[in-house]
């Protein structure tokens, strides 16, 4: 993959929001003025995405002698202490380590943050037993007439709306994906996994993880360079398509970091 126009030269030229990007022997052009982020913002308290009993984000000042770190109570500067569980407040994005005995890292295992990503949109199928679930001819429909060549796929499920960022999903048994589907995204090639939803797997399965373990093909050939983006949100205004993301996340040598997708436009020339 390489830059026909650089980052470097879009930040030096304001006027010139647009690139272009070879890749796999095809050119195309992103529209840079118009990032469309679909990570949810982690507010403090209960105002948040929250899965699995986390307990809630909170922000507190530091407290040290005559010293506070909040302006609002007289202090010189804001300097507060952060508490979150990253996979349970809000979006976030994990590695293998997430399941594995080997200490594997998210700041590790991913590191490249540009990709080629389909972004489709899924009503989760009833079974029998309650459970709504995204399956592998799901997938397959969704997918007809897409580019197959990208590395990424993005899955918003519907309904959708703005309350997603706020719902707590603990004991509620979220939808999620069949093992079988996720089978079938690993085969076309996707490396990199996002989905509005708090796990890829069933919330409560006794610890089969058979999504988690079949996207990762863990234990047998772990998949060291993939990923899993849990807890986006994708408004309804973003169509779904082809874009080029960015995944950002934070440097921490965790299993997984809160992180920042945000997907571009992209056309091909």
């Known amino acids: 993959m390489r830059y026909l126009n650089t980052p470097e030269d879009t930040q030096k030229n ?19 003025s118009h990032p469309l982020d679909i990570s949810m913002p982690l507010n403090e308290g209960l105002h948040n995405a929250n899965a699995f009993y986390a307990p809630p984000v909170q922000y507190e000042p530091v407290k040290a002698g005559s010293f506070i770190g909040d302006v ?14 990253p996979h349970g407040n809000g979006t976030h994005t994990e590695c293998v380590g997430h399941i594995a005995a080997k200490p ?3 700041n590790q295992c991913l590191q490249h943050f540009f990709f080629l990503a389909n972004l489709i949109s899924i009503y ?23 580019p197959k060549n990208n ?26 994906l069949h093992h079988e589907a996720v089978k079938y995204i690993v085969t ?41 983006t849990e807890l986006i949100y994708v408004p309804n205004t973003v169509k779904d398509g082809l874009y080029w993301l960015n995944l950002q996340i934070a440097s921490f040598e965790l299993d997984a970091s809160p992180s920042k997708p945000v997907l571009y436009k992209t056309t091909i020339i």
């Open 188 to 228: 076309l090639g996707i490396k990199h996994l996002l989905i509005d939803l708090p796990s890829v797997d069933r919330e409560e399965d006794g610890g089969k993880l058979l999504a988690h373990k079949a996207f990762w093909q863990y234990p047998e050939k772990p998949r060291l360079d993939s990923t899993i």
């Open 72 to 85: 609002k109570q007289g202090g010189a500067v804001n300097f507060k202490n952060v508490f979150f569980n």
């Open 14 to 32: 304001e006027y010139l929001m647009h690139t272009s990007i070879e890749y796999q022997q095809q050119i195309y052009t992103l529209d840079l």
């Open 124 to 146: 989760p199928q009833k079974l029998d037993n309650g459970d709504r679930v995204i399956t592998k001819a799901q997938i397959i429909m969704a997918l007809n007439n897409m």
């Open 151 to 176: 590395t990424a796929l993005i899955i918003r499920t519907f309904p959708n709306d703005e309350l997603k960022c706020q719902t707590n999903y603990s004991g509620s048994n979220p939808p999620y």
């Open 104 to 106: 594997y890292t998210i």
